[in-house]
């Protein structure tokens, strides 16, 4: 089955995290009763892999001003019928941040957040069911894409100045 692995992964995160045990019922129930959950096509909702991504020293993270949404957010995106949740992150964090070199610090979900993306076009509401992962760079140059209006290197104490997304916060929290 290839939802084995995130049902995997989203055990584990459920006992690193038993306070977020909520949301974590909810992916898992959404995982299990959606065999094409990784499809965008899927339009109730759909898996996707995001990234917190700090740069070479570990100091900083990377935030991008996200061009559809307007806040500044982590990097993702959807998986595309990809199961490998991990890579889909890894893949994002390269695509939005131009970098070609960044490697997981751990094979563990860092994070994972359900949350509304409105509708769009001929797009309906729908759920992103994202699980993030800790990535690093091994340089800090980076290239804004046409996903974002802007990409910043943050420090923590600064992060609060750009955003009070809850979900981004609470990445602050457990880096």
């Not at 965008?40 to 991504?53: E, N």
């Not at 309906?124 to 290197?153: G, I, K």
């Amino acid at each position: 089955m290839h939802r084995a692995p995130l049902l995997a992964l989203l055990a584990d995160y459920a006992e690193r995290y038993p306070d977020e045990r909520r949301t974590v019922t909810r992916m898992r129930d959404f995982v299990e009763a959606n065999v094409d959950c990784f499809e965008r096509s899927l339009l109730a909702g759909h898996i996707t892999g995001s990234a917190w991504l700090l740069d070479s020293s570990g100091e900083r993270a990377l935030l991008t001003h996200h061009r559809k949404l307007g806040r500044w957010l982590q990097p993702g995106g959807h998986a595309d019928g990809e199961a490998d949740i991990a890579n889909v992150a890894l893949r994002e964090a390269m695509e939005e941040s131009g970098i070609n070199d960044i490697s997981a610090l751990s094979d563990q979900i860092f994070d994972i957040d359900i949350h509304e993306i409105p509708a769009r076009g001929k797009e309906p509401a729908h759920f992103h069911y994202d699980c993030r992962f800790l990535l690093q760079a091994t340089h800090d140059d980076y290239v804004v894409s046409e996903e974002s209006y802007d990409l910043r290197w943050i420090g923590a104490h600064e992060i609060t100045t750009l955003t009070d997304e809850a979900s981004v916060l609470r990445m602050l929290r457990k880096w």
